[in-house]
């Protein structure tokens, strides 16, 4: 088969969209001696995000709906909050917040019960409830098992178990509801048209070089196409949205033009601001805010306190963060505001292998002698391991300062709960106990060929077009496990 030169020459990737036939075009560069290097300027750090996302999921699920719902368990031994208080030592007339109720057929209802002992966290006294409003669920009477006992309006109430007379009668039964969250399946569908004659022209051109033919599949436009897939999968794992069903008009078919049912996938930011504020019942955030440009020791204990009050059982963390944000870290934990750093910590030494590297000379070793930079932390019996995403330093996505007008992901730093069952070990820790990946199986990409040449159908117009199709929701469970730190 000869070759045919283009009329035009034009790279594959331009500032408009890739037009069909632009890998023949591509091939017709080389041919014509001109440069063609395929490279990404940070590595593909896209790549390595996939793959600790794919691999580290540790659970996978088939979804067999178009939405994947499921129940979290509630804590019952969640405080009440006080919102009054009022009366002495032969009963209290309390009312507690409205946040700490539900709606059952139409009824308010809240946990706290007859005959519960409750402790105010504030004043140390003991009340246990006598009497309560089963029409409003918030309103109570309670006496002090100690005359003098009083109860902190504006305070936290915790339960310390209930008291009851001997050979009394049944207390009423209480219910613990669980949170029903969901998560929409997303269709990242993704496609390419070429001339079919690309492919010919392709293996021409390689067994022409090397003898071997190259697989379309191994073509610029494919790997561009598949490219494009995976950042968009990546991206919807750190930034997905969950689409609010009163906004679905607002997605518009581009094919009809009117209102269709496009959903999107939560991510991970959105799960931390949305399901993990305050869902230990005492309003606590895992999103600890600091001044612009700092980060202090003392955030990170009140992050490590706010995680541990969700899940004190969490032993072991993964961090994923930016340079810039690594850099404040280490440099905030090492040296704190004043110059005295408030911690112990282990310094290297690589004097030894700084003598191999300066051929012995000693004086330049000891010039290089400590690293300061790590990779885990040990903090309050908790393992930190920190991994570099080399995508929240990504320019071309994120612009290329470090203020939150430009870039707020690179002050973005995420603590992942990792799993301490066991499980699959794949070297940074299995979050298969957290995050579920669920998904449609079925054909990942798809190629077909019109023209003379195709096999079936054949057309007057000579293409080859491809579809990546993947449906995919992301399940982060127990969000508020998880830890946000901004700077």
Known sequence: MAFVQSPTIAPPISTGAMTVGAIQNNWDALMEDFDAVAYLPFGDEYWDAMNQIMNAVGNREIAKNPRVRWFEMTRMEAPILITSAAGGDTGFAVVIDTASTTTVGGAPYSWPAIGDLWKDATTGAVFQIVDKDLTTAVDFTMV??????????????F?????????GGAYASKFAFDTVHTSYLQTFRNDTTSSSEALYNQLWYSQLENGVQTPYSNSRDIIYLQREHQVAMVNAFFAGSQT????????????????????????????????????????????????????????????????????????????????????????????????????????????????????????????????????NLVFNNKNFGFVRMGIFDNPTMLGVGIDSAENAWKQYAFFIPLSTNGGVDDGIGNMGKYIRLCHKPGAFMNMWQTGGRAAANKTDVWQLGVHIVSEVAFKFINANKYGLMTA
Do not use: C, H
């Not at 339960?159 to 050979?167: D, L, R």
């Not at 999107?264 to 799960?271: I, K």
């Not at 191999?356 to 990779?375: I, P, Q, V």
């Open 244 to 375: 609010d069903p009163a906004q679905q008009a607002n997605l518009v078919n581009p094919t009809t033009g009117g209102s269709t049912s496009f959903q999107t996938t939560t991510g991970l930011l959105d799960a931390i601001l949305n399901n993990g504020s305050g869902s230990n019942g005492g309003g606590i955030s895992t999103i600890i805010p600091t001044g612009a440009g700092t980060v202090v020791p003392q955030d990170f204990y009140d992050l490590e306190a706010a995680l541990a009050s969700q899940d004190g059982s969490v032993k072991n963390y993964m961090v994923w963060t930016s340079g810039y944000m690594q850099s404040l870290l280490e440099q905030q934990l090492f040296t704190a505001s004043g110059g005295a750093s408030p911690l112990n910590y282990n310094v290297t030494v690589n004097k030894v292998q700084m003598e191999k590297t300066f051929w012995g000379e000693g004086a330049y070793a000891d010039l290089m002698s400590r690293t300061f930079s790590f990779n």
């Open 144 to 157: 002090p098992l100690v005359a003098g006992g009083t109860i902190t309006a504006g305070g936290y109430m």
């Open 159 to 167: 339960y310390v178990g209930n008291s009851a007379p001997e050979n």
